[in-house]
């Protein structure tokens, strides 16, 4: 099994229980508004990170990060992109297990022919009264098991 982060939506803050919840995942996850490279430093000190750029996430920095990602871990095919209003494909049909998003800051777990759709949430600043979260993603040979964690965050 490989337990997978799933943060999305820090613009420019990484909360340190959001480097807690994260310890000892194989793998990291940024679903975009990254908000600068500190972030991302941050989470490459705890696990190897995959992230796509959202729509806050300008300048040099974010120019070597793609829109959207195809990825493979634990033998599910795994697609990227910041806002799930913009999917241009049919995961179905593309043979995705999991489509991860973020952009809307409300984590969101659901399965729709046999495909998960996990949105973390944002773990950066608090956004109206939207709750601070991100996820786990547990890779199993069979389905992936998603989690959501509230962080204790307060601004």
């Given at each position: 099994m490989l337990k997978i982060g799933?943060?999305?939506?820090?613009h420019g803050?990484?909360?340190?229980e959001a480097g807690q919840r994260l310890a000892g995942v194989t793998h990291i996850?940024?679903?975009?508004?990254?908000?600068?490279?500190?972030?991302?430093?941050g989470l490459r000190?705890?696990?190897p990170v995959i992230a796509i750029r959202g729509n806050v996430d300008?300048?040099?920095?974010?120019?070597?990060?793609?829109?959207?990602?195809?990825?493979?871990?634990?033998?599910h095919s795994i697609y990227v992109l910041h806002d799930i209003h913009e999917l241009q494909l049919d995961p179905v049909s593309c043979g995705i297990d999991v489509v991860i998003s973020g952009h809307s800051h409300r984590p969101l777990i659901e399965t729709v022919s046999g495909v998960l759709y996990l949105n973390p949430g944002s773990a950066g600043p608090r956004r109206f009264n939207l709750p601070i979260t991100l996820a786990t993603l547990d890779l199993t040979a069979s389905d992936p098991r998603p989690l959501i964690h509230h962080l204790a965050g307060t601004g």
């Open positions: 799933v943060i999305s939506d820090t803050l990484l909360r340190p996850i940024h679903a975009g508004d990254i908000g600068g490279p500190n972030v991302l430093d000190r705890i696990a300008k300048g040099q920095w974010a120019e070597n990060y793609p829109d959207t990602q195809m990825v493979r871990l634990g033998g």
